[in-house]
């Protein structure tokens, strides 16, 4: 079993959310799934793995105020509880990302024991979390091994086109051959379907060959294409702070608890 129970509470499962392919809504579902499950459950701590560091301006952090980051805790050695910090969602903590993250590969390319650093740096808070997070950036490079590794179960965000299916192919070998060859236990959460405009034929032709394909590993909740999930890291907002009452509230809360019941169900809860 993957997380132990208490009274209810899931204790210290760590998801993963990767895809290789960019624009597929992956940083949005991270900073809302996660001030999701932080209204559903106690603790979530969101980490910003991308040098970017698009989930941790979503928040409302400032680029001069990156530090201490990600990149401090999984290339220095950071003790990750200097660098974790409270958000304005209640219950939700972060671990803000870091352009040095973008040399992770060259300065741990030396490095014994690399891609459990940051399973290692998670080990001291990962039972003060209900969940952690992990936002991956769109590669499989160092970083998203790590995350891989760390985590017990890996979540792919894709869009319904036809270059996303094939891209979403080669991810799972990918991650396939990876858990051969690191010895990384994460298993698959699921697949959730991103940017969902209904209207065109062919969005209902491509998920209808998703969802035929994986099956039930594909997310029952659906996630609009909706203005308002655009607008909300502008303002540093969650879905949830920027407008309640939007498709893209609703849908994320839809995940969250679609989330939280599939753990259960699997028995990772």
């Known amino acids: 079993m993957l997380l132990s129970r208490q009274g209810g509470r899931t204790d210290g499962m760590i998801i993963a959310l990767v895809n290789n392919k960019g624009g597929v809504a992956k940083t949005t579902t991270a900073v809302n799934l996660a001030a999701g499950l932080a209204t559903r459950t106690r603790r979530v701590l969101l980490a910003d793995l991308d040098s970017q560091g698009s989930a941790s301006f979503s928040l409302g952090v400032a680029r001069a105020d990156l530090a201490p980051s990600s990149a401090e805790v999984l290339l220095d050695g950071v003790p990750i509880r200097s660098a974790i910090r409270p958000t304005s969602v209640e219950g939700l903590d972060l671990l803000t990302g870091s352009m040095a993250l973008a040399n992770a590969d060259l300065a741990l390319a030396d490095v014994k024991g690399r891609e459990r650093r940051l399973a290692e ?29 760390a985590a017990d179960a890996f979540l792919v965000p894709v869009t319904p086109q036809y270059l996303a299916v094939e891209g979403l192919v080669n991810l799972m070998e990918a991650t396939e051959l990876l858990r051969r060859g690191t010895g990384a236990r994460a298993s698959l959460l699921g697949l959730v379907l991103t940017q969902v405009d209904r209207r065109p034929k062919v969005t209902g032709e491509v998920i209808d060959l998703i969802r035929g394909h994986y099956g039930d590993r594909v997310f029952k909740t659906e996630i609009p294409i909706n203005v308002r999930l655009s607008e909300a890291p502008s303002f540093g907002q969650t879905i949830f702070g920027h407008d309640p009452s939007s498709s893209g509230a609703d849908a994320y809360r839809r995940l969250a608890a679609e989330v939280l019941q599939r753990c259960r169900q699997d028995g990772k809860k």
């Open 121 to 149: 740096a998670l080990a001291p808070v990962r039972n003060d979390y209900a969940f952690i997070l992990l936002d991956c950036p769109p590669s499989l490079s160092m970083v998203p091994i790590n995350a891989l590794v």
